[in-house]
């Protein structure tokens, strides 16, 4: 497509509020503009590579049954996703953590993957920056650059970029050294010199000496735009959104500001910026077009899963129905085993499901990591959600609630017509869940198991409060505003509008509300701030940094630079290793009461039918009983009267955002059976 070209410089920067750009939004405007490519190219970090893959492998469905219903009509243009990092380069080995005197910390440099092999050591490359190169940034060094070029292509970045250090500081001989260092690890085929011009000063300084340089030493030149907001007009949210990462004011004179020209530019207005250097923009799609990293997505793959080896050598299918046989009689007896049928064919589904859908290791790693806590003294929750439903795993005790006792159905948590990988949610003792976590590391590898990044969103209530901050508006006027939005999961601006009549009028008639509310919907749900996810954990069958990029937490942990969502759609083991201080608490008490009463309490035995348990909870005198404790619960609790364990899980199923409408009428049927009418027989 002549004239048509990638930006390679769309900076999204999550851990800095450095960019105001959904990647969905910049992929729909790129296919609008004609652009058949665009880079995400985050500075230090991959954050958004997966993201990246489902947006355009989403947009480009569509696009493609856009045009092929409209053949005779304008196409719409697919978009290639290219991945790659601004990574930050330290002048000195990444091992020598000080600054050189006259010299920044670091410079900037952007690194392209052209190929599978290139992704791969970007990935490694990103990784070693911050596992072993923080120092104030995650920094790479010239040795890691040669360590992992293969399959990059690499460009000289922006005005913070090494070219542009030494012609600020008028030694462009030292630029031309820098960039015959580079080119001495890349080759003279994959490094380009980058222009970039948004107006500033420095940059019209340095751009004459960097097109000087470039033909002096037969490099190509490439034309790029940082963006760092989609469209001119949205320069003054991005403002704000600066102004709430770095925690300044909107008034505040000295504060980090933007040239108004880091937008998502048009093919027509790169070529009018680099007329003098129409080479540079056409460069810009030939490296579009050498760019070709497919990342494979599928949820449903087993073949990352760590091999889990059965102690006998048998096949892990042959060992998984060992286990759960033996595990089947433990749980109802040799007797009930051999004479029910039924029983055994419920398990023998089970077992075929999980086989068919290659998940036997799944299941043998979650049992041996769940009987080692327990061996170990180490509390483990009884199960919930839809893995309970699962006869395998009461039998391997991966569970503790009967599934037949409870008419619990398998095809929730497994189904192969709906395939989705089994998702167990696993509590353990608050004060002794990192035990767990170590022993699995020894199992399988400290460098295979690591724990997973989560991103803190401006969400509704926050946003508000932030950007009232930023505009310097009065903190109860802010307080009460956010207030005002519903406490509900998922909540949004535009639904709040809906769901409150006061905040509705008060966006209609306050002027400064309304501008108010506009900027914060504008910058709602963007990235906040990075931390370590409370529960998620990937269990790889090689080196994590093989698979995900890698950074480092406040604390020193590792963790995985891609979410849980996305690290399941690359088909990755994801456990999830949940603290829970309920846990703890029981064992607490059992202790207490093994040592005041003499009495040894086991609690995987205790009676369901307790009636004084049950009135007790009737009372609504709840405090410490989980999931009871809120003053809902417990006001229901005291309509609810429950007089058996079902009771109690029909009334924590029916609490929650929706099926709450219908605990009146839940209240009154229980009371009054004779009103309960059904729509159906089957019901």
């Known amino acids: 497509m002549p004239g048509s070209f990638v930006h390679l410089h769309n900076h999204t920067e999550y851990s800095l509020l450095d960019g105001a750009v959904h990647i969905k939004d910049l992929i729909a405007e790129c296919s609008r503009m004609g652009m058949p490519a665009v880079a995400v190219t985050d500075h230090g970090n991959l954050f958004g590579a997966i993201e990246l893959v489902m947006e355009t492998n989403s947009l480009n469905k569509s696009v493609a049954a856009w045009n092929k219903e409209h053949p005779e009509g304008p196409q719409?243009?697919?978009?290639?996703?290219?991945?790659?990092?601004?990574?930050?380069?330290?002048?000195?080995?990444?091992?020598?953590?000080?600054?050189?005197?006259?010299?920044?910390k670091y410079t900037h440099l952007l690194l392209l993957a052209e190929n599978e092999?290139?992704?791969?050591?970007?990935?490694?490359?990103?990784?070693?920056?911050?596992?072993?190169?923080?120092y104030y940034k995650p920094r790479v060094d010239m040795e890691t650059l040669r360590e992992f070029h293969e399959g990059l292509i690499c460009c000289t970045a922006c005005i913070a970029g090494p070219l542009n250090e030494w012609l600020l500081n008028d030694q462009p001989e030292k630029a031309e050294e820098a960039l015959l260092a580079l080119k001495d690890i890349f080759g003279d085929d994959n490094i380009f010199v980058e222009l970039q011009d948004h107006g500033m000063e420095e940059q019209k300084k340095c751009l004459p000496e960097l097109v000087r340089i470039a033909r002096k030493t037969n490099t190509p030149i490439v034309a790029t735009n940082d963006v760092h907001f989609l469209r001119k007009e949205d320069h003054d949210m991005h403002d704000v959104l600066i102004c709430i990462g770095t925690n300044e004011k909107l008034a505040s004179p000295k504060r980090m500001r933007y040239s108004t020209e880091v937008y998502l530019k048009s093919p027509?207005?790169?070529?009018?910026?680099?007329?003098?250097?129409?080479?540079?923009?056409?460069?810009?799609?030939?490296?579009?077009?050498?760019?070709?990293?497919?990342?494979?997505?599928?949820?449903?793959?087993?073949?990352?899963?760590?091999?889990?080896?059965?102690?006998?050598?048998?096949?892990?299918?042959?060992?998984?129905?060992?286990?759960?046989?033996?595990?089947?009689?433990?749980?109802?007896g040799k007797e009930r085993v051999a004479a029910d049928k039924e029983l055994r064919d419920?398990?023998?589904?089970?077992?075929?499901?999980?086989?068919?859908?290659?998940?036997?290791?799944?299941?043998?790693?979650?049992a041996d990591f769940i009987n080692w806590a327990k061996d170990h003294d180490i509390p483990v929750g009884p199960g919930r959600g839809s893995a309970a439903g699962s006869l395998v795993a009461y039998a391997m005790k991966i569970t503790n609630i009967d599934p037949l006792r409870f008419g619990l159905i398998f095809e929730r948590f497994l189904n192969p017509e709906r395939v989705s990988p089994p998702d167990i949610d696993i509590d353990f003792c608050y004060e002794r869940r990192q035990e767990v976590i170590e022993?699995?590391?020894?199992?399988?590898?400290?460098?295979?198991v690591v724990q997973i990044v989560t991103f803190g969103t401006l969400a509704a209530k926050g946003v508000i409060r932030d950007v009232a901050r930023v505009l310097d508006m009065p903190y109860n006027f802010a307080d009460s505003i956010s207030k005002m939005v519903p406490n509900e999961l998922n909540m949004t601006l535009n639904r709040a509008l809906e769901l409150n009549p006061e905040l509705r009028n008060l966006y209609e008639q306050n002027e400064q509300v309304h501008y108010l509310i506009d900027m914060c919907k504008k910058l709602e749900g963007l990235p906040r701030h990075t931390?370590?996810?409370?529960?998620?954990?990937?269990?790889?069958?090689?080196?994590?940094?093989?698979?995900?990029?890698?950074?480092?937490?406040?604390?020193?942990?590792?963790?995985?630079?891609?979410?849980?969502?996305?690290?399941?759609?690359?088909?990755?083991?994801?456990?999830?290793?949940?603290?829970l201080r309920t846990l703890t608490v029981i064992k607490n008490a059992v202790r207490n009461v093994e040592k005041t009463h003499g009495i040894v309490i086991d609690v995987d035995k205790i009676d369901y039918d307790d009636k004084k348990v049950l009135a007790s909870l009737g009372t609504g005198r709840t405090d410490g009983v989980f999931q009871l404790e809120s003053q809902g619960m417990k006001n229901f609790m005291k309509e609810l009267k429950p007089q058996n364990l079902e009771d109690v899980i029909a009334g924590i199923s029916l609490y929650r955002p929706g099926p709450m409408d219908f605990i009146p009428s839940y209240i009154k049927g229980k009371n009054n059976p004779d009103l309960v009418t059904y729509e159906t027989p089957q019901l």
């Open 76 to 104: 719409k243009q697919e978009v290639k996703p290219i991945f790659g990092c601004e990574v930050y380069l330290s002048p000195t080995p990444i091992s020598v953590k000080k600054q050189l005197p006259g010299r920044r």
């Open 268 to 332: 027509e207005e790169m070529r009018e910026v680099f007329k003098d250097y129409p080479e540079a923009v056409e460069n810009t799609l030939k490296i579009a077009e050498r760019c070709n990293v497919t990342i494979k997505l599928d949820s449903t793959s087993t073949e990352k899963y760590p091999e889990f080896g059965t102690p006998d050598g048998s096949s892990r299918e042959e060992y998984l129905r060992k286990v759960c046989y033996k595990g089947l009689e433990e749980r109802y």
């Open 117 to 134: 092999t290139g992704w791969q050591n970007l990935v490694k490359l990103v990784s070693r920056s911050h596992l072993e190169g923080f």
């Open 531 to 579: 931390s370590m996810h409370a529960a998620g954990v990937v269990i790889c069958q090689k080196p994590a940094d093989e698979f995900v990029p890698l950074s480092r937490g406040s604390d020193g942990a590792i963790t995985t630079q891609f979410t849980m969502t996305t690290i399941e759609e690359l088909g990755l083991l994801k456990m999830d290793f949940l603290g």
């Open 346 to 366: 419920r398990l023998d589904y089970e077992l075929g499901i999980i086989n068919q859908l290659k998940f036997p290791s799944y299941f043998l790693i979650t």
């Open 439 to 448: 022993y699995v590391e020894r199992k399988y590898g400290k460098d295979k």
